[in-house]
């Protein structure tokens, strides 16, 4: 009989593990590596011994995590970044965006507005986001050719886009978009309704039945703001998330977005249904439009992720910014220090993230058998040192630039700080090159 050889195994070893599952900070622990998932998680001498072929990856002064998953985005909007700043979002929308995408959004704008998204993301440290934009085909191929993990949103509206004519040409296209791109290894689907207050009861039917037909799940914007939830009040009388409770669209498979404006009924139909809640609290904090009271969903056992929104409303997508804003909003809305500690922000951001989106059997934390999808983060520079807790460092401390590499499905993205698989230079004039032509024409 052959012995095996483990020549194809790549051991990472960094000086501090952080798997999610089990907690905590693991000094002088890592993880092998074998045909993109982990093999084994131990010490450095155990696994050092247990592969002795095995390549070697040290990570000197480097924290080894699971890859960021970002729960909501609009990535090809990295076009629009600057665009319109400082505004309420019915202004900033009604009178800035809509306009723009209505003139300039198309599969090449979706191209080039992604690439430049992944770009930043994989940067950053994400290694999984959750799409909402037109031209999800164009998103998708984009992020198979850059082999990004993606969870594609198929945007169902009422009104004409340069995508769709009405809902129901927009329903007809998700389905058979979901049909034909399928489900290959780092792309999965969501049916994504945009909003209450931009798609009927009809469609919203509709959604939730191509949903539960091919296994998808729903994503959509709900309770962004206080004049949303009073507009639905004037309608008829109902908050949003209780019209979308009687339409039967809530349970653990549909995934709202922000979500900064709950009372007590509306805490109720989440505990109820097992939603799960995109936070968004930088994008929710430009744009004025509330806090999420996410200690209080914690407390009764919510599932929440954390998402950056798109580049036009945050402007960034740098989830290592997200969760410490989210750590930090939480205590200071509360008036608890305690609201929302470190870790468990990490976790949101991972783990918590992949669950949100049905992801958590192959993605989130660092196990045995999942896909190394995995960053590892240099705390050796002055901002974060001296370590007494790397976790704490990490959130209070680190930046996205000490983010020194990352895998995907074991396919490694960035080495030592530098983009492997696109030049940053070339997306940086490309972007430019839209944002003058769209300044020129909006003229």
């Known amino acids: 009989m052959t012995q095996k050889t483990h020549s194809d195994v790549e051991l990472l070893l960094p000086d501090w593990l ?29 696994l050092r011994e247990r592969y002795p072929q095995a390549r070697c990856i040290t990570l000197a002064g480097q924290i080894l995590l699971p890859g960021f998953v970002n ?39 979706v191209r080039t507005g992604t690439r430049l998204a992944i770009a930043e993301m994989l940067r950053s440290g994400t290694t999984c986001f959750n799409d909402m934009y037109f ?14 993990r993606m969870l594609l949103g198929h945007v169902i509206i009422d009104f004409s886009t ?9 329903l007809r296209l998700a389905a058979s978009h979901i049909s034909t791109l399928g489900r290959p290894a780092l792309l999965r689907h969501s049916v994504a309704p945009h909003a209450p207050y931009t798609v009927s009861d009809g469609p919203l039917r509709d959604a939730a039945a ?24 004037a309608r008829d009388d109902r908050r949003p998330l ?48 509330g806090i999420a009271p996410i200690a209080t969903l914690l407390a009764q056992g919510q599932g929440v992720g954390l998402g950056t929104d798109g580049a036009a409303s945050n402007n960034d997508l740098d989830m290592l910014g997200e969760l410490r804003t989210a750590a930090l909003l939480a205590k200071g809305r509360d008036g608890d220090p305690t609201a929302l500690p470190a870790e468990q922000a990490l976790y949101m951001a991972t783990l918590g993230g992949a ?44 930046s996205r630039d000490q983010i020194r590499a990352v895998w995907v499905a074991g396919a490694q993205k960035i080495r030592d700080g530098q983009a492997l698989e696109w030049d940053d230079a070339e997306l940086a004039r490309e972007a430019q090159d839209w944002a003058q032509r769209i300044a020129r024409e909006r003229l």
Request: proline content about 5%.
């Open 18 to 46: 952080v798997p999610i599952i089990p907690r905590g900070a693991f000094p002088a622990h890592g993880v092998a590596v074998q045909g993109g998932r982990i093999l084994a998680s131990d010490s450095h001498h155990v």
């Open 71 to 109: 729960t909501h985005t609009h990535a090809a909007m990295t076009l629009l970044r600057g665009l319109a700043d400082d505004l309420p979002l019915m202004v900033w929308l009604q009178e800035h965006i809509w306009p723009a995408e209505g003139r300039f959004v198309a599969p090449d704008f």
């Open 135 to 148: 031209f999800p085909q164009e998103a998708a191929e984009v992020a198979q050719e850059l082999g990004m």
């Open 162 to 170: 340069t995508y769709t004519r009405n809902a129901e040409d927009a």
């Open 210 to 233: 191509l949903a539960r037909e091919t296994g998808t799940f729903l994503h959509m914007h709900v309770h962004e703001t206080a004049g949303e939830v009073r507009d639905a009040l």
């Open 242 to 289: 209780r019209r979308l409770y009687d339409l039967g669209l809530l349970d653990e498979r549909f995934l709202a977005v922000h979500m900064t404006q709950l009372d007590a009924d509306d805490l109720a139909i989440c505990k109820e249904t097992g939603l799960h809640i995109a936070h968004c609290p930088e994008s929710n904090l430009k744009l004025g439009s």
């Open 355 to 398: 669950k949100a989106l049905g992801w958590d059997d192959e993605i989130g934390s660092l196990e045995v058998g999942k896909t190394a999808d995995c960053i590892a983060v240099s705390l050796d520079y002055p901002a974060t040192s001296p370590i007494y807790d790397p976790i704490s460092q990490l959130v209070y401390c680190a």
